[in-house]
């Protein structure tokens, strides 16, 4: 569970990035964060990984404080993020095994799920490549492999779908909806209404900082003309702004 507290950020001469947000995103469902561009979902996800400190408010990950308890709280979170251009200098397998003397993971499961999860996404036979070679979906693929291998508990996820083929994106999905009923949490950002509207149990709308909407579908539809699309209520809401 992810529980969001009164959380606001300010930028340097930017209005206000996210403003009092309140949030609690629980276990064994898959949560989806829709926003216009510059609505601040990556900024949340930044506080909420612990990358960007919070101004105001307080973060915490199944309990642990992300900036009094930030070494608890790391070690349960898998995060991709929005831009998968990191470790460039490295080659994948390489980057794969720093994650596991990180994490600890013993050789021989290292090796399997290495094995199993580049396999699923074709990027096995890349592993001696340096990942700047790699494209962006493969750079993202090898960024999602290095979350999945430590098999955290939350998995925060910052668009992890832009960019992905196909098959890669099925399989994604279909590991998202794996870990969520094994009652574990999966939050993650997208422009892709459809995709959100496929998968997610429930969604959090925000824009400008503010969280507009938070419930699932079927409450939106309560909440909203009942034969309304996603789209047509997120674009309603954003443009009411
Ligand atoms: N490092 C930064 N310095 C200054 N302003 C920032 C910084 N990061 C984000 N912002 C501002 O904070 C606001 C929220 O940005 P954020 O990246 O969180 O939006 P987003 O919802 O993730 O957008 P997108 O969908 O385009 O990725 C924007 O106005 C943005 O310009």
Redesign the pocket.
């Known amino acids: 569970m992810i529980e969001i507290n009164n959380v606001t ?1 300010d ?5 206000r ?2 403003d009092q947000l309140n949030l609690t995103i629980p276990d064994g469902k898959i949560i989806g964060f829709l ?12 506080m909420m990984t612990g990358i ?1 400190p919070i101004d105001q408010g307080t973060i915490s990950l199944n309990g642990f404080d992300i900036e009094k308890n930030a070494m608890d709280a790391k070690k349960i979170f898998g995060y991709v993020p ?1 831009r998968p251009d990191m470790f460039l200098r490295l080659k994948g397998i390489d980057y794969l095994n720093f994650i596991g003397d990180i994490y600890n993971i013993p050789t021989e499961i290292r090796r399997k799920r290495i094995t199993k999860l580049t396999q699923l996404f074709s990027i096995d036979h890349a592993l001696g490549d340096y990942i700047q070679t790699y494209s962006h979906g493969m750079r993202q693929k090898i960024i999602v492999t290095g979350v999945l291998i430590h098999e955290p508990e939350i998995w925060i996820l ?2 992890p779908l832009t960019g992905l083929d196909p098959k890669s994106a099925y399989t994604l999905k279909e590991m998202m909806r794996e870990h969520a009923n094994k009652g574990k949490t999966v939050f993650f ?1 997208s ?1 892709g209404l459809e995709v959100v509207e496929q998968l997610c149990d429930e969604v959090a709308i ?1 824009n400008n ?1 503010k969280l507009l909407f938070y419930g699932s579908l079927d409450d939106m539809r309560k909440q909203y003309e009942s034969n309304q699309s996603l789209e047509q209520v997120f674009l309603e809401l954003t443009n009411n702004e």
Do not use: Q, R, W, Y
Request: proline fraction near 4%; aromatic fraction near 4%; glycine fraction near 18%.
């Open positions: 950020k930028f340097a001469g930017k209005k990035a996210v926003g216009p561009n510059g609505a601040g979902k990556s900024t949340t996800i930044k960007l929005d910052d668009e950002s422009h925000i900082g």
